[in-house]
């Protein structure tokens, strides 16, 4: 493989992870802001983002052995990939963090409304019985 051709790999990998660190922060600021109907706007193409930089950063991998011994413009783009992978696992821990918050506050709500149930949803989407209530014998 030439360097031309890795060069054109690191250039779409930096051009697919600045696209999904973008559409990351805007999911940031619509989980601040609880924008339930920007959220789900932005969950399909975080899905498409994500595999399309995944694959891209697999055709990084697999293409960069075959280099040889990188030059200095192949050597300051790949630093360049690798602040921009680290900065989008960082955006993507932090927005997990604030939807696992929003999750703990809807299931503190549940528990408080419904104290007879366990706070959460079940994976079927219900509402799950904590088995607190006394069983009748028979």
Known sequence: MT???????????????????????RQRVALIGRDLEGL???TERLREQFAHFHAVLRSREQALPAVG???????????EARDLEARVVGLA?????????????VNTVLSALLPETAAGYSPAGGVRRSGGALARSA
């Open 3 to 25: 360097a031309d051709a890795i060069v054109s790999i690191l250039e779409a990998e930096l051009a697919a992870g600045a696209a999904l660190a973008e559409t990351l922060e």
């Open 93 to 105: 821990r932090l927005n997990n963090e604030l939807l696992a918050d929003r999750l703990a506050r």
């Open 40 to 42: 789900d706007e932005l």
């Open 69 to 79: 011994s990188p030059g200095d413009r192949v050597a300051a783009l790949l630093r």
